[in-house]
């Protein structure tokens, strides 16, 4: 006996196959693929927040917040992608009181270039003897010889990349549906430059429309990977979430926060810090 074989079965199963066939089409059309592909020469307004909870051997814990605005802008040099951080303000509180931190009192008016590689890593500053000669013009000679030990290549690199967003290099080039759950290695960075490698679970929860952008809700998790000569506790643990547009892998928010165990040299036990992350981008208006 073959199916569809009267009028009224063969209707009710062509509507089947109807039914099927757009819900086959709508499972296709869910599907996305991230690019890195950021807008040139198109300027935003950054916000980032990172803060440091830090237990100290007496059992007290010491918290740290750095609060950094600035205007975002990524341009093509060469076969180099550069992004470039305008900073207006740069503000350190320990314990919510306001510290006056060499670093900080000498970023704000500085333009950071740092360098990306293709699928949206920090790989380097790019411009930072001309940054170093202008900040030794800017301030007095005593001035300068305080701030040299805080300003270097380095701590610009640490501070940046411990609030970039740790999925771009997981997401670049990858396809998913919603509700799909993709791993991937990444690294989560704190602000002193110590790196944590990481194995991060993304999950594609589903589109949200703003304002700015025609975004994608991106929930994970990480988990530590084991390095070579460090305690298996030694690593980051932890949970976030992101708005992502998949058209240019720009994160026009993100939050996340981490548990991390660390050595220090010569301590007997690991030092638990807690790091968390708050960013978002915004048009330049």
């Keep these: 006996m073959t199916l569809c074989t009267s009028r009224i079965s063969g209707l009710a199963c062509g509507a089947v196959l109807l039914l099927a066939g ?3 089409a709508r499972g296709a059309a869910e599907k996305v693929t991230f690019r890195f592909a950021p807008p040139l020469g198109t300027t935003y307004l950054a916000t980032s927040k990172v803060t440091t909870a830090i237990a100290t051997p007496r059992g007290k814990v010491r918290v740290v917040e750095t609060d950094i605005v600035s205007r975002l802008r990524t341009d093509r040099a060469g076969q180099q992608i550069q992004q470039t ?3 207006i303000s740069a503000v350190n509180k320990l314990e919510g009181n306001q510290m006056d931190t060499p670093l900080t009192q000498v970023l704000p008016g500085l333009d ?3 360098a990306l590689g293709g699928d949206g890593q920090i790989v380097d500053v790019v411009n930072f003897p001309a940054l170093l000669a202008r900040v030794r ?3 007095p000679p005593e001035r ?3 701030v040299t030990p805080f300003f270097t290549a380095e701590a610009l690199l640490a501070r940046r990349r ?10 670049a080039g990858k396809t998913m549906a919603v509700g799909e759950t993709t791993t991937g290695s990444g690294t989560v ?4 430059g110590d790196a944590f490698p990481v194995r991060l679970s993304v999950t594609l929860k ?6 700015a952008c025609d975004c994608l809700r991106i929930d994970f998790t990480t988990q530590p990977i084991l390095q070579s000569g460090k305690p298996a506790d030694v690593g980051a643990t932890g949970q976030g979430t992101a708005l992502i547009d998949p058209a240019t892998l720009l994160t026009w928010s993100l939050r996340h926060e981490q548990q991390i165990l660390k050595q220090e040299p010569g301590a007997p036990q690991l030092q638990k810090v807690t790091l968390t992350v708050e960013d978002s981008l915004a048009p330049n208006r």
């Design 137 to 139: 013009k800017s301030i």
């Design 22 to 24: 757009s819900s086959a």
């Design 162 to 171: 411990a609030a970039a967003d740790p999925l771009v290099s997981v997401l």
């Design 189 to 192: 960075t704190l602000p002193t």
């Design 206 to 211: 589903g589109r949200e429309r703003t304002p």
């Design 85 to 87: 951080l305008s900073v």
């Design 112 to 114: 950071i270039a740092f």
């Design 144 to 146: 300068f010889e305080a």
